[in-house]
């Protein structure tokens, strides 16, 4: 007869040894993440550098292509909207590297209110204006998720030229607070959109009426 | 909170399957050893409204390779309302010594103690109404007896509906349980003795037979013969056919009632927990429930989950382009968005998978390979919600129903 105590003990110390195997290959799963995240966005960082940095220079000679201006910004808010949509799943499945990850979604959510501000001075000075549309969300909320869905397919009727920057309204960022605060968002889901505030779920016709 | 019930069901899940590979590696393929006395043995079915089934159980055991006149059959019809009795009386021309028993009052232990009291085998065999036994199953399975300190030997049990579609999901399972049941053996661990169990009658009489309140008398009363300081042994060679639930309303009753009766037998026997005298049973009792307990949160948190996820759906549903795009955006970002414990998950899936191949092998249970993905996945996680059916059955005092 096999003697319990030790095939438990044995047991124990094989399982431990598995065990730890799969917590070593999960943090390298996260920490590969952490890092795949931070080249994305360090390259939309750069790109957006690069936008600001042209748009400096042909305001300077005094020039101003704001077809080459819209074309830079769409992609630019396409390739951020992209990066979001996964970095929230990332952000929230993290269990080693939460601090890093979270850091970098931080970043994110500064550098979409970047480009938010680089649309609005766009739409000053150019037309055909772009669109654009503040998004609060509240993370696992209902109407909040119905309020994602209704605007990936208002985006997708107007072949993503609509500038959607989607907000974690309990983040605590300051920049957060402060576009709350300036459109006076108190609840959501809230959109914001070409500027002016509407609180709770919108319909998709709602919006076509506001963006046509 | 739940992240830490995950890594903890993940690590306790490791730990058995480390285990029973363990033992697997420990294990010897034995063969019985030929005996030549045949001792008298008693064969008792407690039946109730079994007209349909107990037919088939007769004739099964007309069919023995055993001395007619060692063999005593009794048939514990128990509050029949249909003509069990009288289909029974039609097997009487194929035995020496044959009784039915027409019990007024229901109930498996009742009416199985009212005919161990009145039974003159030397073992005794509680069979149920729903099985068939193999020819030489006696055969193979008295070769355990000779070691004085064995209480009760076990046989396998294979499905005999196999071709229905719930029944054949429970063949990796009772090919693991088989194996796993035969594993725990060799540590004397074999907690259950089920239905088809050969018993020392003169045991059982001094425990006092099976428990009649209990759901799950089989569980309680292998407690009581560990407890007594016995061993239980598993018998891979002898073979029982039984018909498991293949209708969901039949699946449920029945695992219902093993969970509840698991909890009632536990709540009974809380001694052994930690118990030296009950052997290993004592020290893997407590981690098998702490398993069963964090298992069922987490299934609970997955099913939550999981119908989250549908909802979601639906309302993407409501735009069927939205719901196409969406699932393409998804799909590329699931590499990112999945939690570390996955790669737990995967040494579980892969282990588990191997070993329920390992045990199918051995036990000759040929596998149904289409079924195993819903085995391992849904089907694990519905049955340890039993657990909490159970236990808000038990709390609330539901009527307990066999």
Redesign the interface.
């Known amino acids: 007869m096999v003697k319990p105590i030790r095939a438990m003990v044995l047991a124990f110390v094989l399982a431990t040894g598995i065990f730890a195997c799969g917590i070593v290959v999960g943090q390298a799963y996260d920490r590969a993440k952490t890092e795949h995240f931070t080249q994305v966005l360090r390259s939309q960082e750069l790109e957006f550098q690069n936008f600001l940095t042209q748009r400096e220079f042909l305001e300077i000679v005094g020039e101003n292509d704001c077809n080459a201006k819209q074309l830079l910004l769409n992609d630019l808010q396409y390739k951020t909207r992209k990066l979001g949509a996964k970095l929230q799943g990332a952000a929230s499945s993290s269990e080693f590297d939460r601090e890093r990850i979270f850091y970098i979604r931080d970043k994110y959510f500064i550098l979409e209110v970047q480009l938010y501000g680089a649309i609005l001075a766009y739409n000053k000075e150019c037309t055909p204006k772009i669109n654009t549309i503040l998004f609060f969300y509240k993370k696992d909320q209902l109407d909040s998720l119905k309020q994602g869905a209704i605007l990936d397919s208002l985006n997708e009727k107007f072949n993503n030229t609509i500038a959607v920057f989607s907000l974690d309204f309990d983040s605590d960022l300051d920049v957060i607070k402060m576009l709350k605060r300036y459109y006076g968002v108190k609840s959501t889901p809230a959109l914001v959109i070409n500027g002016k505030a509407y609180e709770g779920l919108q319909s998709e016709d709602f919006l076509l009426e506001q963006l046509s | 909170m739940i992240?830490i019930f995950l890594w903890a069901a993940?690590?306790l899940a490791?730990?058995f399957?480390?285990?029973f590979y363990?033992?697997l590696a420990?294990d010897k393929d034995k063969k019985s050893t030929f005996i030549r006395h045949k001792p008298k043995i008693t064969v008792i079915i407690p039946t109730k409204n079994g007209e349909k089934r107990v037919g088939l159980v007769l004739s099964s055991l007309s069919k023995l390779n055993y001395p007619k006149d060692k063999l005593e059959i009794i048939v514990a019809a128990n509050g029949c309302t249909d003509k069990t009795v009288s289909v029974a009386q039609k097997f009487k021309r194929y035995f020496k010594h044959f009784r039915v028993y027409d019990l007024p009052f229901s109930g498996k232990g009742r009416a199985f103690n009212y005919a161990l009291a009145r039974c003159s085998g030397q073992y005794v065999m509680c069979l149920d109404d729903d099985t068939r036994v193999e020819p030489n199953l006696f055969k193979k399975i008295l070769p355990y007896f000779v070691d004085r300190a064995v209480g009760a030997v076990v046989p396998q049990w294979h499905i005999e509906n196999r071709e229905k579609f719930l029944a054949a999901i429970q063949i990796p399972e009772y090919a693991s349980v088989n194996y796993s049941r035969n594993l725990l053996a060799?540590?004397?661990?074999l907690y259950i003795t089920p239905g088809n169990t050969i018993y020392r009658k003169d045991l059982l009489l001094r425990l006092g037979g099976f428990d009649e309140y209990v759901l799950t008398e089989d569980f309680e009363i292998a407690l009581r013969i560990l407890k007594a300081g016995y061993k239980i042994k598993f018998c891979l060679e002898g073979v029982v056919y039984t018909i498991v639930p293949d209708t969901l309303k039949g699946f449920h009753a029945q695992r219902l009632r093993w969970a509840r009766g698991f909890i009632q037998t536990m709540a009974k026997h809380k001694d052994v927990l930690f118990c030296p005298k009950a052997?290993?049973i004592g020290?893997?009792m407590p981690l098998i429930i702490i398993l069963s307990i964090i298992a069922t949160i987490v299934s609970i948190v997955i099913i939550g989950g999981l119908a989250k996820s549908i909802?979601?759906s639906i309302?993407?549903a409501?735009?069927y382009?939205?719901l196409l795009?969406?699932l393409n955006?998804k799909l590329?970002?699931?590499i990112?968005?999945?939690?570390?414990?996955?790669?737990?998950c995967i040494?579980l899936l892969i282990l588990g998978t191997i070993f329920v191949f390992i045990c199918s092998k051995k036990t000759r249970m040929k596998l149904k390979w289409l079924y195993m993905p819903i085995y391992l996945t849904f089907y694990q996680t519905i049955l340890t919600l039993y657990w909490l059916f159970a236990a808000i059955a038990e709390l609330f005092k539901f009527e307990r129903k066999w």
């Not at chain 2, 990112?336 to 737990?344: G, N, T």
């Open positions: 992240q993940s690590y490791i730990y399957m480390v285990l363990l033992l420990f060799q540590m004397n661990a052997g290993a020290l893997l909802t979601k309302i993407y409501s735009n382009l939205a795009k969406s955006f590329s970002g699931l990112y968005s999945m939690s570390p414990i996955i790669f737990q040494i």
